[in-house]
């Protein structure tokens, strides 16, 4: 996206200079200041994210440099004192398995709900069902945490129980005494609210599926799922998986659904593989100190915290914008 | 069947010009159609298609499995949204029915007193999501305009990427980066003003995508028509350009404002709650709604408190529906129009 419209993009006919506007007056003192305000609201962007980017380094590297722990291997958090220590593993681990978990099931149900929407239900309900999905998108995030702290909880347990005790055996679901917010339970939460996310963009490109390729594979007696499966999941392959990067990023930032639902652990507890232990997220840990933000080098813990989740973030979503850079540049 | 044969035996009477059907009629003059007769190039049995693994079976199995997944996984979709729906609704809806709800704040009543309303925090999301809008909206819409009339070359690449870096930034981490200058460089208090500044940093990359979606759409004739009768670029934009795309801008801004209306991680960093009416954006706490709800959680164990946190819940998420129907209809009047 280059900003640049389709139609200027298009070579004219017997090799004429295009036709577009760029060129047009742009003398006059209108011209110039609104073309000016345009410019200086592109350059306020960049210039708030260079400031969030160098505002969080600068503010992180003292209390980095004062850290006695290694940031990135520990799992003590002692922040602030004469000598902070504190490492972050324990909210990587945390945040990168509920995000993992949550996208192992929100992809194939996101998914699984754009084919309805787009291939399978019948069309005076494609409309309708969008907009409850939609709705679901709209709830917003504290809500979900209302609901999962007090009403989902419950049910949850109960399943928890029953495979703790039958695949207790596995290390990744070992027992560990924990019945609140576990790893497990928090993605679960996640996966519920980043559905819609994976549906929308999903159900945007499985639309676009040509349909002489839709055709084409039903008059070559395909079943409908066959024409699925060697047209619309192939041409929408690029598309899904933006689609689940950017979940993935709306998951791994989530925070306040997140505060509600976990269960923090002491300093000090013992590491276990188990998705049934509880621990922080990086945005839930910082979300849940914000009083405690007294002192720079405090503060500075928690902002190298939020500088961490930020470079995830960031990766997460630049691997799907390359993606979906790619697929533009072949289909056209 | 019989209407052939009788044509075949009329046929067969008047054999005066023999004809290639007439050996076909006279074969079922003689033994009626057997049920197993095998067509030219032969058809495989029952028992050779068993053989073959039976694929027209599998298949269509297959293709029923599917069909029942797509349906189960929008019904397993839908329930949570029922489910939560109904929750909210069920515990919060006699309070939003009281009359004190949509008038009165909270000011000296205790979690476990009733009464009391939530006009303070109604007033204070309100106010907190136009101050952001007001910041946010020319600066996103300007922005997409560059992007999609001025804009070309490294500038509009690196605008167009930085946008893309905002989208995707977690609520949390805006909120402490505001934090960052505000409070830790600035030393000014923490206040509503802080908090709207920090949803200004989530809602600007929203209003940029939907505007700059919407203005692709306008037709380049449109552009072209204008700039033939000597109208300047910028009156161009303005006049041809967004009015043209209004009704999508506006619906951008509206689903904008309904995601931002409900962040909480923001509030929770830079806006403490308070149970009083807060006109002040720059000084003291500021009460919103999702504050609220988090400030009732607190005191859950009262059963005043926790309907007090879901009445909140559903009139936040009443708010944000209202705005997303409105952006909806606008939408999709705005289309019926072109």
């Not at chain 1, 509920?98 to 005076?124: D, N, R, S």
């Not at chain 2, 830079?270 to 009083?276: E, G, H, Q, S, V």
Request: aromatic share 8%; net charge neutral.
């Amino acid at each position: 996206m280059t900003g640049v419209p389709v139609v200027d993009e298009k070579p004219e006919p017997k090799g004429n200079a295009p036709l577009g506007g760029d060129n047009a007056s742009t003398a006059r003192l209108g011209d110039r200041l609104f073309g000016g305000a345009a410019t200086a609201s592109g350059v306020i962007v960049i210039a708030m994210v260079t400031l969030i980017a160098t505002f969080l380094i600068v503010q992180a590297v003292p209390a980095l440099l004062d850290n006695q722990e290694n940031f990135l291997t520990s799992r003590a958090w002692n922040p602030g004192g004469d000598q902070p220590g504190f490492g972050i593993l324990e909210f990587l681990w945390t945040t990168v398995v509920a995000g993992a978990i949550a996208m192992l099931i929100a992809v194939p149900f996101g998914v699984a709900v754009a084919l309805f929407l787009t291939q399978y239900a019948p069309v005076w309900m494609r409309g309708p069902a969008a907009a409850l999905v939609d709705l679901l998108a709209a709830v917003p995030s504290i809500v979900y945490g209302l609901w999962g702290l007090i009403t989902f909880a419950p049910f949850f347990r109960p399943i928890q129980g029953w495979i703790e005790s039958t695949f207790g055996w596995f290390p990744l679901l070992a027992q560990t005494g924990i019945t609140g917010g576990t790893i497990l339970f928090i993605a679960v939460v996640l996966s519920i609210m980043v559905v819609p996310i994976v549906t929308a963009l999903s159900r945007e490109i499985f639309a676009q599926t040509p349909l002489a390729h839709k055709e084409g594979a039903l008059a070559l007696g395909a079943t409908h799922w066959e024409m699925i499966r060697t047209t619309v999941l192939p041409f929408g392959r690029p598309g899904v998986i933006s689609a689940s990067m950017l979940a993935l990023g709306r998951a791994l930032g989530e925070t306040i659904a997140v505060t509600f639902l976990v269960s923090s652990l002491p300093n000090g507890a013992a590491w276990t593989w188990s998705l049934f232990n509880g621990g922080e997220t990086f945005a839930s840990k910082i979300a849940n100190n914000a009083a405690e933000f007294s002192n720079p080098s405090r503060t500075g813990a928690y902002i190298a915290a939020a500088l961490v989740l930020f470079v995830l973030t960031f990766v997460v979503n630049s691997i799907a914008r390359i993606v979906i850079e790619r697929r533009k540049a072949f289909s056209e | 069947m019989s209407t052939l044969t009788r044509e075949g035996r009329a046929a067969g009477e008047s054999r005066a010009q023999p004809r290639s059907g007439d050996r076909l009629s006279d074969q079922h003059d003689q033994q009626p159609p057997d049920e197993g007769a095998t067509p030219p190039g032969g058809r495989p049995d029952d028992a050779a298609l068993e053989e073959m693994g039976n694929p027209h079976h599998g298949r269509a199995v297959k293709d029923a499995a599917a069909r029942v997944v797509m349906w189960g996984a929008f019904g397993a979709v839908i329930v949570p949204l029922v489910w939560i729906l109904y929750t909210v609704v069920s515990h919060g809806v006699n309070l939003l029915l009281s009359s004190t709800w949509w008038t009165n704040n909270q000011r000296n009543i205790n979690s476990g007193d009733t009464g009391g309303g939530a006009r303070h925090a109604i007033e204070g999301t309100l106010m907190m999501a136009g101050v952001t809008a007001v910041i946010a909206v020319p600066i996103g819409i300007l922005t997409a305009v560059y992007l999609v009339e001025y804009g070309r070359g490294p500038l509009a690449r690196a605008i167009s990427f930085t946008v893309d870096i905002l989208s995707g930034i977690p609520s949390i981490v805006a909120a402490l980066f505001v934090y960052a200058v505000w409070v830790t460089t600035f030393g000014i208090e923490r206040s509503g003003f802080a908090a709207a500044l920090s949803l200004v940093l989530l809602m600007i990359p929203v209003i940029v995508r939907s505007t700059e979606a919407m203005l692709l759409l306008v037709p380049n004739e449109l552009r072209e028509a204008a700039y033939a009768l000597g109208v300047p670029k910028w009156v161009t934009v303005v006049k041809v350009v967004l009015r043209t795309a209004f009704s999508g801008i506006v619906t951008g801004v509206l689903l904008g404002l309904a995601r931002i209306m409900g962040e909480t991680a923001p509030l929770l960093i830079l806006a403490p709650y308070t149970k009083n009416f807060q006109r002040d954006l720059l000084h003291g706490n500021f009460p919103t709604l999702p504050m609220m709800i988090n400030q009732d959680r607190g005191d859950i164990g009262f059963a005043t408190a926790a309907e007090r946190m879901w009445g909140a819940a559903l009139t936040l998420i009443l708010l944000v529906l209202l705005l997303n129907v409105i952006g909806r209809v606008i939408a999709r009047a705005g289309s019926a129009k072109t």
